[in-house]
């Protein structure tokens, strides 16, 4: 098994656990098997990072690569599944993503995660498009058995919203995160 992990990009404000731990209950769990789970994926996406209190810019760019793991979960393994997770650190919130498939898996991550590098002839430009749209990126393979790819992304407005706005923003109470 071979993975990449990124550190945090402001280590000051992240602890560097590893994003794929999940010890508390997601806030969307989808199985991904089709061209319209992609899209599902995406619109779950993006109004979740909505409802955490992202800009609508950077829910844009949450989305677009939730669709390219999504994508890359229909396109290489068929099947797979998406967790999407809303994570506090110290200072401000953020969203986990976490795609998982019992796929081929990878057997170079590095190749794989080279711009234009594509084993199925597209423009091979997903893998190092989400780790350059994310925070952190950690990506974790075994040929023959599957891939994980767990990214995060911290709200950069340093803009905190209350309980309450968080509440109505999402139609339910906060959930009681574990901060990494
Ligand atoms: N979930 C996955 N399972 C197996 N292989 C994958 C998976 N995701 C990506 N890959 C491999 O990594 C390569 C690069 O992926 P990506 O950057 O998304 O480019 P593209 O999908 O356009 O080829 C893919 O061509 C494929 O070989
Ligand atoms: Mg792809």
């Not at 844009?60 to 797979?80: D, P």
Request: glycine share 8%; with cysteine.
């Amino acid at each position: 098994m071979t993975s990449i992990t990124d550190q945090p990009r402001e280590a000051s404000h992240c602890k560097t656990a590893s994003v794929a731990v999940l010890s508390a209950p997601a806030n969307a769990q989808m199985a991904i098997n089709s061209d319209q789970d992609i899209v599902l994926a995406r619109q779950k996406g993006r109004a979740l990072a909505t409802g955490i209190g992202f800009a609508s810019g950077d829910a844009t760019l949450i989305a677009t690569a939730i669709s390219e793991l999504a994508r890359n979960i229909v396109s290489y393994a068929r099947k797979g599944q998406i967790i999407l997770r809303m994570v506090n650190n110290l200072n401000r919130q953020g969203i986990l993503v976490v795609a998982t498939d019992e796929g081929p898996g990878i057997s170079d991550i590095p190749q794989a995660l080279q711009a234009g590098f594509s084993t199925s002839g597209s423009l091979g430009l997903g893998l190092p498009g989400v780790r350059r749209l994310m925070d952190e990126f950690e990506i974790t393979s075994q040929p023959g058995r599957g891939t994980t790819v767990a990214v995060k992304k911290w709200d950069g407005q340093l803009q905190r919203l209350s309980p309450t706005e968080t509440a109505n923003r999402q139609r339910q109470p906060p959930p009681n995160n574990v901060p990494l």
